[in-house]
């Protein structure tokens, strides 16, 4: 009974920190009037051409499954396989059962049709899964966090060029996140140090290197950074591990923001919602 009471209200506490945020940023400044005031402007964003989403009338619904780990594998491997797929090709992260409905639910939603044995990919041609993880990062965003997002951003008049993959601004802060739907072993020591250049660059309060994966951090991005780390800086700073394979730098006294590193264990909401508790509320 103490433990529902207790489920029951950090349930309403965290509806009400969400309904105080959303009026918090209201009042805020926008996301461009912040960005102008550090002399950044977006001349694009939110590019559609690899975009894997259904119609608008389907959008909270695909949403919904996109939270769920397997199905995001799922759906790489039928861009893997695409335009034509059978189940056993997008069978490896789920039951037969458990994919047989992801593969419903994308005909339901006008994204996949069956044809004879196989099922066609109607979209497309899909090179890459990363621009829908992006889309759907800024999502949570959006939905879960109350906060203003956009995805794919290429701004004007910087040192680094390439693109930033999500810009938010919560509660006045910039937030800069890297968004990574390829597996460890495909990332390589140059994307880190882009993504050190960019920090660098923007500047943001918070930034983020995420990885959609749930495999170990510890093994071989961790070490990236930690090398990244030695060859920037005469004393460098620590890669700390907050919990399981959520990590942070902690960039006290040189110039330039905290970072962090997380993967998608669990959930991809609860690990930046960590992310955002550590940084307001601070925390050796």
């Known amino acids: 009974m103490e433990a529902r009471e207790e489920s029951e209200e950090i349930r309403a506490l965290r509806k009400e920190v969400k309904r105080l945020r959303e009026r918090l940023n209201r009042l805020s400044p926008s996301l461009s009037v912040i960005l102008r005031r550090r002399g950044i402007s977006i001349y694009k964003k939110e590019p559609s051409d690899d975009l894997l989403v259904p119609g608008k009338q389907y959008i909270d619904g695909y949403y919904e499954m996109l939270r769920k780990y397997s199905f995001r594998l799922f759906l790489r491997d039928i861009i893997k396989n695409q335009p034509l797929f059978s189940l056993a090709q997008v069978t490896r992260y789920a039951t037969k059962e458990v994919t047989a409905e992801y593969i419903r639910h994308l005909i339901d939603i006008g994204i996949v049709r069956p044809e004879g044995d196989s099922y066609r990919l109607l979209k497309g041609p899909i ?72 920090v660098g660059d923007l500047m943001p309060e918070i930034s983020i290197f995420f990885m959609d994966t749930e495999l170990r951090m510890k093994d071989k991005i961790v070490p990236m950074f930690e090398q990244e780390l030695k060859e920037r800086f ?51």
Not at 139 to 163: L, M, N
Not at 263 to 283: C, P, Q, Y
Request: net charge positive.
């Open 234 to 284: 005469r004393e460098p700073p620590t890669v700390r591990r907050m919990e399981r394979e959520l990590f942070e730098i902690a960039c006290d006294g040189i110039k330039l923001p905290k970072m962090f590193i997380i993967n998608a264990k669990d959930s991809i909401v609860a690990n930046i919602e960590r992310v955002l508790m550590r940084h307001f509320r601070g925390g050796a």
């Open 127 to 198: 090179r890459s899964f990363g621009t829908t993880l992006e889309w759907f990062v800024a999502e949570i965003f959006r939905k879960d966090f109350s906060a203003e997002a956009v995805w794919g951003v290429k701004i004007r008049h910087r040192v680094v060029g390439g693109d930033y993959d999500l810009l938010s601004t919560i509660e006045g802060f910039v937030l800069y996140m890297e968004i990574k739907s390829s597996p460890p072993r495909q990332v390589f020591q140059s994307e880190i140090s882009a993504f050190f250049d960019r």
